[in-house]
């Protein structure tokens, strides 16, 4: 079992669909991130949030909209998607905001994504 | 942007032999670290190790780091079925930030 609770675990939907993914962890960590990552490929980063502060956005379309309500979850609103963004989202964390140095991330495992 | 390379792209190996796996960086660190992700599940943070350290170990597993080469591996010993998983190098960048970049990965497989 991971620390950081991913749902749903699969989500297809449609181009025209709004959908969102939830993230939790419960170990104090106040970083959090989104990684997309396709078939046989490594994670790429998506978003970071520090401290409920959106500190690195990735240059990622404006489909996809992150949300921090509190420094327990992470939401990622998900709209007017394309079959190219079909992959698999993988949420993270860490300890703390002042980087990854010397820290590690714990993953969720994750929200399979297929758009029709 | 990429910033490890991992090799081999893939590796088979009997249960009980060891398998190294490499990495190369383009540019100067923090840290490496090394992860393993199962099929269809998320990523576990194996082991760190930081740009003054030359060596670790943790189980199993030992890694090195050469910044002089800009390269690392990681040694897995008396290797398993169960050790059968992609693993990945993955380094910050020198400087705070908060990005980890992800290599592309060696896929082990380890045949009973």
């Known amino acids: 079992d991971t620390e950081v609770t991913q749902t749903p675990k699969h989500l297809v939907m449609g181009m025209t669909n709004k959908k969102s993914l939830k993230c939790e962890q419960h170990?104090?960590?106040?970083?959090m991130y989104w990684y997309k990552q396709k078939a046989k490929k490594p994670p790429e980063l998506m978003f970071v949030?520090?401290?409920?502060?959106?500190?690195i956005n990735e240059s990622v379309p404006s489909r996809f909209s992150p949300e921090c309500p509190n420094s327990s979850l992470l939401n990622l609103h998900l709209h007017a998607l394309q079959p190219e963004d079909s992959a698999l989202y993988l949420c993270?964390?860490?300890?703390?905001?002042?980087?990854?140095?010397?820290?590690?991330?714990?993953f969720g495992d994750g929200t399979r994504l297929s758009i029709l | 942007s990429q910033q490890g390379e991992e090799d081999p792209q893939a590796l088979s190996i009997q249960e009980g032999e060891n398998a190294t796996m490499n990495c190369s960086y383009k540019?100067?660190?923090?840290?490496l670290q090394w992860y393993r992700q199962n099929s269809g599940r998320g990523l576990v943070h194996l082991i760190l190790?930081?740009?003054?350290?030359r060596e670790k170990h943790s189980g199993r597993l030992r890694v090195t780091l050469d910044t002089s080469k800009k390269s690392s591996s990681l040694l897995i010993t008396a290797s398993r079925a169960a050790d059968t998983a992609s693993y990945f190098c993955?380094?910050?960048?020198?400087?705070?930030?908060?990005?980890?970049?992800f290599g592309k990965g060696t896929k082990l497989t380890v045949n009973p």
């Open positions: 993270a964390s860490s300890q703390s905001p002042a980087g990854s140095r010397y820290q590690p991330q714990h």
């Open positions: 170990m104090g960590h106040r970083a």
């Open positions: 949030y520090s401290y409920e502060k959106l500190s």
């Open positions: 540019t100067s660190i923090n840290n």
């Open positions: 190790i930081r740009s003054n350290e």
């Open positions: 993955a380094t910050d960048l020198q400087g705070g930030s908060e990005k980890l970049v």
